[in-house]
């Protein structure tokens, strides 16, 4: 609440939220500027730490640098923890902050929040609060020991320790930065494990359960004891399910003979190759094959892949899998003849239903425009714009390898694209126009011929 010409000035949830990411992207950005944040390669300049803030704050994973070999131990530090705070959402750091003081949480910071979690309501938001962060602190935990114990037999346990918890934390909150660049001869992401089932797995998982939302997380854990799902969980799980596996189909038939990505590899590594391209592709931005060499038709289907995204209340992007089954739930409900989108035997209401038409016609004009745009200013084929425009608006992360050859301007795009797909262009449109008014009354109908 600010004051303004002597009248108070109230903030709507999303402006309060799209003022918190912004402070946070300008504080993450100041300290990476600074000389103690770089390893001696130079300090960043203050639109790379932008740029790479930004990425990090909205949990993208776009690099303008070699993340390992850049960064100090300080700025690789910075870079985790606004890695944290943007995956968990600054609001839910609040509560808990605000928790711990026992200071009790208004109203206005509730609405603020259930902006925040993409919540149906204000009810229980505290206690969703408090199993986010504990669900949250395990799952990075338990995959932290995992990839330490792992790494701890190819370097010293400390480092190993080190770069658990860092790979850990950045895979589970779909960011995908990695400090592999700091190791000799070393490519970068998960490359060099393209064939250890152990690190692929364990990467899925973190993927997996950062893609689907805490919601579903609280639904699954509950299961035992209630026998039920609601129906958000029951929609994120199957479409998710089903996503992964057509992926993992589709890139294995893509690239089973292609000699720069799977064809190298084992029966086994083809298989995880396949599997874990196909779960990262919707936002976590790590990979085991060299993007920028798959075939084009792949590629294009990645972006179709990030375009979609992971779940309502996770910290990945995309126009999100609940909005995309209702796209195609009313898509079937038109060519079989129904009136309603029916999931799981219930009706989706129809204010559900335009509002998933408008956030993917928003994303789908913001994304071709943008990349319209990028193609006049950045010397790269189109499709490899594309990819990049989608990554960055879906905060997959993903990069067929422009992201170091980006022009300022192209940087400055980005990083606009990066802060519009982390809040929503929804959420962004309501922070720009006053409180929509209801009409006093209602046009006649009129009709116009469709096809």
Aim: hydrophobic residues 50%.
């Amino acid at each position: 609440m600010f004051k303004r010409s002597g009248k108070k000035l109230r903030l709507n949830p999303p402006q309060v939220l799209a003022i918190g990411f912004m402070l946070m992207i300008t504080v993450g950005a100041v300290l990476l500027r600074l000389p103690v944040s770089s390893s001696g390669e130079g300090n960043l300049s203050f639109l790379d730490s932008l740029f790479m803030a930004t990425s990090a704050v909205c949990v993208t994973g776009l690099s303008v640098i070699n993340t390992g070999a850049h960064l100090s131990a300080f700025g690789e530090i910075v870079l985790i923890v606004l890695i944290q705070v943007g995956g968990l959402g600054f609001m839910t750091m609040s509560t808990l902050i605000a928790l711990v003081l026992r200071r009790r949480i208004s109203l206005q910071e509730r609405l603020v929040l259930k902006e925040a979690m993409n919540s149906e309501s204000t009810e229980g938001l505290v206690r969703l609060v408090r199993k986010v962060l504990l669900y949250a602190l395990v799952i990075e935990l338990a995959g932290a020991l995992l990839l330490a114990v792992r790494w701890s037999f190819e370097m010293p346990v400390g480092q190993a320790l080190y770069f658990g918890v860092f790979h850990s934390i950045s895979i589970f909150n779909n960011a995908g930065f990695d400090l592999f660049g700091s190791i000799p001869d070393r490519p970068g992401s998960l490359i060099h494990y393209a064939e250890d089932p152990f690190i692929n797995i364990v990467s899925m998982a973190l993927i997996f359960l950062g893609g689907i939302g805490f919601i579903v997380i609280s639904d699954l854990l509950t299961y035992p004891k209630n026998k039920k799902l609601t129906l958000h969980s029951k929609v994120v799980l199957s479409a998710s399910a089903a996503l992964i596996l057509i992926g993992t189909l589709v890139i294995l038939l893509f690239e089973y003979t292609n000699p720069a990505t799977l064809q190298p590899l084992s029966a086994t590594g083809k298989g995880l190759g396949a599997m874990l391209q196909s779960v990262s592709s919707r936002s976590a931005g790590v990979s085991t094959v060299d993007i920028g060499l798959m075939r084009q038709a792949t590629q294009f289907f990645i972006i179709i892949m990030m375009f979609i995204g992971a779940a309502p209340g996770s910290s990945g992007g995309g126009i999100k899998v609940t909005t995309f089954v209702i796209l195609i739930g009313a898509m079937l409900a038109m060519v079989q003849g129904k009136e309603d989108i029916v999931l799981f035997r219930r009706s989706v209401p129809k204010d559900r239903i335009y509002k998933a038409i408008t956030f993917a016609l928003l994303s789908f004009f913001l994304v071709v425009l943008s990349a319209m745009i990028l193609s006049t200013t950045e010397s790269y084929p189109f499709l490899g714009i594309l990819f990049e425009v989608t990554s960055a608006y879906a905060t997959a992360g993903m990069s067929m390898g422009l992201t170091a050859q980006l022009t300022d301007f192209g940087k400055v795009f980005i990083i606009i694209l990066m802060f519009v797909g982390r809040l929503g262009p929804v959420s962004l449109a309501y922070t720009l126009t006053p409180t929509p008014k209801k009409e006093p009354y209602r046009y006649p109908e009129g009709k116009i011929t469709i096809g």
